[in-house]
């Protein structure tokens, strides 16, 4: 398991937080996700072997918001 932060931009509010958690933990692979609105990050825990840090992007971009690498 890889345990990473990303930073994220757009988030605002707890339904922003719940929104990004949400996606991240629906992708086969994620075992957790939590995002903290005030330090505009998340932190998330993957199986590297199923889930690459672009999928994981792409589902955060997908949902509205940006992700950085």
């Known amino acids: 398991m890889v345990k990473?932060?990303?930073k994220v931009e757009g988030m605002a509010c707890e339904h922003c937080k719940?929104?990004?958690e949400s996606v991240l933990r629906a992708i086969?692979?994620?075992?957790?996700?939590?995002?903290?609105?005030?330090?505009?990050?998340?932190?998330?825990?993957?199986d590297a072997a199923k889930v690459s840090p672009a999928?994981?992007?792409?589902?955060?971009?997908?949902a509205g918001?940006?992700?950085e690498l």
Do not use: I, P, Q
């Open 4 to 6: 990473k932060t990303y």
């Open 55 to 62: 999928d994981l992007k792409e589902a955060v971009e997908d």
């Open 28 to 46: 086969d692979g994620v075992v957790g996700a939590v995002a903290d609105v005030g330090a505009k990050n998340v932190v998330v825990e993957y």
């Open 65 to 67: 918001y940006g992700m």
């Open 18 to 20: 719940a929104r990004v």
